[in-house]
């Protein structure tokens, strides 16, 4: 079967409200056109924790249409009601619960068992859809986010389409898939060839939470925006860059998934090379979904292979052993729930990467990423060269600190510049300061969407900027596999040690120098 014919153009986002100076408000999301959100995993963790929050929130805040239905579908035999108690629990649980939104809320919750391998499940699904376009107004659009174990993405996307609920026309349909995209890039490509069996390239949305944060967003307004970095931004006055995503939290109760995922197919095939591309990027000709993708898709490819044989050069991986977090101690990751006693699944990786093009020949990036550390930190850091030539050397001594460019994506939303600066006084003293720009507190009392919020309202809205694009998928994975390959045979030659680390440290040892690099 081919393809879901073409969407129609997506409606312009509208701004809800404009502020006295005229020009579209940034605070208000533009609200979506009607439509049926079909949460499959419903009863799941996934749905819970992070889903029905974020809608609650958009609801809560406006940002979702009047014409609105919530569905969900799980093979929990559940009614409509048992749902509704469900979510309100969930929501109770985050502490975001108001009476007064739920009540409006609840009305349009409803919920489908369904066996997703069954092609009859389906079928049922798509009748009671129909019913509820016809009575709440949500125009034949539909969103059908898989929250589910990603083993039954290809027969829900095949179901789905047979069901004739990849067709659009009337209204779109729009598949959202959460990551992981595959485990290697010869299941990467099965998967897709499944999704598009019934869905074309346009409807499919694959999610990268981190995409959405507003830091990660701010990276390209801040290069593209702003004519004092760019001039900057290559080889010629960049010494290195470091993308980190350092957690507190160990692998808790996702043994399932994570012992046959580890850091590298978990947090680097995805979020750590989404940082990469939107620090390393060229300009895109124009900010829209497919000029910036394509720009991403460029650096992936400009990635210099690992020689298999000296991976060690260039990798170290880490599992956590026992230690101690908040005063108290911490069980090691082989202590975990769910994990073998002799697990090697490593839950820490340091990664010095080069991309081979004009502008970032020899410059080495540093993409660092664990569970189990000290504090949870997601940080960029840009190091520029040295003064080539120091008229302070008499001050300072031969050691004058670069000047550093910090994006902070957590804890706080930031940009700092580190300098050096004159101490007050009448003799000469410098010493490190640090120019900071914070934007919540700059733009408190306004909100920022959290990114689950964020990739739901772009799923609706149509806009794939925020989302993976296959061609980069496959050339990430391209890139990582032959790695993973490498570090999962046993004692393969030049596959990198694992290092142990404590829980409640800062990882291994031997990338100390990396992670020193982040403060
Ligand atoms: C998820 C990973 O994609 O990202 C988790 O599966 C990880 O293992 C999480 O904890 C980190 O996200 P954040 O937003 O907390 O940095």
């Known amino acids: 079967m081919s393809p879901g014919a073409a969407p129609g153009p997506v409606p312009p986002a509208a701004f809800e409200a ?17 439509c ?16 029905l929050p974020a809608l609650y929130d958009l609801h809560r805040h406006g940002a979702l249409p009047g014409g609105l239905a919530v569905v969900g579908a799980a093979r929990t035999p559940w009614s409509d009601e048992a749902f509704r108690e469900h979510a309100r629990r969930a929501l109770e649980r985050a502490g975001r619960l108001d009476q007064d939104a739920w009540a409006a809320l609840a009305p349009r919750l409803f919920y489908q068992p369904l066996d997703y391998a069954d092609p009859g499940g389906c079928a049922a699904l798509a009748a009671r859809l129909d019913e509820l376009d016809a009575r709440l107004g949500t125009g034949g659009n539909r969103l059908f986010y898989l929250a589910t174990p990603p083993t039954v993405y290809a027969d829900l996307a095949r179901n789905l389409g047979a069901a004739g609920l990849a067709r659009q026309g009337r209204g779109f349909s729009r598949i959202v898939v959460e990551k992981p995209f595959g485990r290697d890039l ?22 990268d939470h981190y995409l959405a944060k507003e830091t990660v967003q701010n990276i390209l307004l801040l290069r593209f925006a702003n004519a004092v970095f760019e001039p900057l931004w290559n080889r010629r006055y960049v010494e290195s860059v470091t993308c980190a995503a350092m957690e507190t939290l160990g ?21 750590m090379m989404q940082l990469l591309a ?60 769910g994990v073998a006693p ?34 949870k930190l997601t940080r ?53 300061a640090t120019m900071r720009f914070d934007f919540d507190a700059a733009h408190a009392p306004a909100r920022a969407l959290d990114a689950y919020e964020k990739v739901l309202l772009d799923c609706m809205l149509g806009d794939q900027m925020l989302f993976w694009r296959q061609d980069a998928v496959e050339q990430c994975w391209g890139f990582l596999t032959p790695v993973l390959e490498r570090c999962e045979a046993c004692g393969a030659q030049g596959a990198p040690a694992l290092h142990g680390y404590a829980a409640g440290s800062w990882g291994p040892a031997a990338s100390l120098e990396t992670v020193q690099g982040l403060f």
């Open 342 to 375: 002799d697990s090697t699944t490593p839950t820490f990786a340091a990664m010095r990467l080069w991309v081979d093009n004009w502008r970032w020949q020899g410059v080495p990036f540093h993409l660092v990423s664990g569970k189990a550390l000290r504090e």
């Open 278 to 337: 939107l620090v390393a990027m060229e300009p895109p000709p124009a900010f829209d979904a497919e000029a910036v993708r394509d720009e991403k898709a460029k650096v992936y490819r400009a990635l210099r292979p690992f020689d298999p044989d000296r991976l060690d050069a260039d990798l170290v991986l880490g599992q956590y052993g026992p230690g101690a977090a908040g005063g108290a101690a911490a069980p090691g990751y082989r202590q975990e729930p």
């Open 18 to 34: 404009a502020p006295p100076g005229g020009g579209p408000s940034c605070l208000l999301p533009p609200r979506p056109a009607p």
């Open 36 to 51: 049926t959100v079909v949460i499959f995993g419903a009863s799941g963790d996934l749905a819970a924790r992070m889903i």
């Open 380 to 432: 960029i850091v840009v190091r520029f060269r040295e003064v080539p030539h120091s008229l302070f050397r008499h001050i300072l001594g031969e050691d004058i600190g670069a000047n550093r460019l910090i994006l902070d994506i957590h804890p706080g939303n930031a940009v700092s510049l580190a300098v050096q600066a004159k101490l007050p006084g009448a003799r000469l003293c410098l010493q490190p």
């Open 251 to 271: 692998v808790g109760h996702r043994a399932g998934y994570y012992e046959h995922s580890g850091v590298l197919r978990d947090m680097f095939q995805n979020h």
């Open 186 to 207: 010869g299941s990467a490509r099965a998967l897709d060839a499944a999704l598009h069996e019934h869905f074309a390239e346009q409807q499919i949305f694959r999610i």
